[in-house]
DNA sequence: AATGGCCCTTGACTCAAGTCAAGAGAAGCG
DNA sequence: CGCTTCTCTTGACTTGAGTCAAGGGCCATT
């Protein structure tokens, strides 16, 4: 049996025609990855997108010392890599597989003829796109405005949300990768976590995080209250 | 005579019919701003988006205190507001003219029911969002991963680069809005200006600037070097 | 010419977060 | 099973950049 996630489902192509679905199908190629793998490096050219099927990605900006901001998670059903394919340059930031999994590739020319064809592809697009900026603008937000611990609080509280706003969850990621998210680095999203836990906001074991007191989690996250 | 921008010259709309360019000028409505005054806010519901005729606006987030990240500064031919649009949620960031000057407004659905019977504008629009998403890229990367002397060298080699790689050329905004680009605060622009200034870098006349060492400004931009 | 309101700069100080270094677990591999 | 390798934590130290406070210059308006 196959479990892999069929091109009807994933939410951009929602609302086409079968027939589209075939067409996407037929210029779709399958292509799978080892954890550790490269998709694509920024400054290489960007013949295509991918989407999803299986595992996660991340995507990724690098300083000249190594430092790694990571800009995007994507797991199943989840394009990526579009940039390029509407702008014409190469990709703007790296891309590698946190998992073993596989992808969808779409070749540009292809997909762009299936766009002109059909306009709720268009918008499905559009509002992948849209997403993503807004997701920028909280991003940007964030590493500017805010302070490490206030990124942390929003973060856990983002997790828990998507969790059905449980008390309880797996960060699903390793915590140097989720410091690479949060624009820190290791040592100080440790001492932070640290201070959580003894101020009573959260309890650890591993990388299982139990929210002890969400309202002083969020003054946190809103910038209200300071981490003593 | 009339100076101002005409339908048919905003990139945006490039390679449109006539009739779609009437279409949309009778879906447009103009309106007139004065500095300072607020075009929209985060959270408000957008109905629509914009496009400068003439002027310059700001896109920025707001921290508790007050501190300001701008995102973007729009002048003529520029759209803006476009997220709500295509994702049907609240605009993501504040928005302020800089200076006095005029907007076209594109309410929501008229202009979505233009897309989806024109796939060239749809194409043009995904163009301008993905190029938006690869601005954001960048600074993204120049928050998290590079010291303000760093991103200020990068601005100030982006500007000379706009303006055909002269090396003298005008601020064009007050520093402290600078400072609000780059993610710092206007003391701290005056200090790495005076630093540049001393080791010989650039050279400063109010706001005008010239370049005087382009190969070291490159160097501290990519972050091969340091400011001393 | 004088007043008030920005804009910009400079100095002294503070502090959040990064660097460097060491070590304990946990996990993967031959 | 033992070894390497990676992940995570903790301590001591450094530092980039923010805060606070003061003052100068410039412009617009009266």
Redesign the interface.
Known sequence: MNNDLQIGQIPLFEGLPQENLDDLSSISVKRDYKRGNIIFTEGEPGNGFYVMISGQVKIF?????G?E?I?HLFGPGEPFG??????G?PF??HSVAMTDGTALFFPRTAF?EL???N??L??N???V??????R??????N????EVPARLASHLLYLSDLKGNSDQFELEIPKNQLAGML?TIPETLSRILGKMVKGGLIEMQGSLVRIADRDVLKELA???KRLT
Chains 1, 2 share one sequence.
Request: proline fraction near 8%; avoid cysteine.
């Open positions: 900006k690098l300083s000249p010392d430092k901001q800009l579009e940039v390029p394919v509407f702008e340059r703007p930031a762009i766009i002109k064809r306009p709720s268009a918008l697009m559009l509002g796109l849209s997403r993503r900026l807004r920028f603008t909280v991003l940007v937000d590493l500017s405005l805010k624009g809103s910038g209200l």
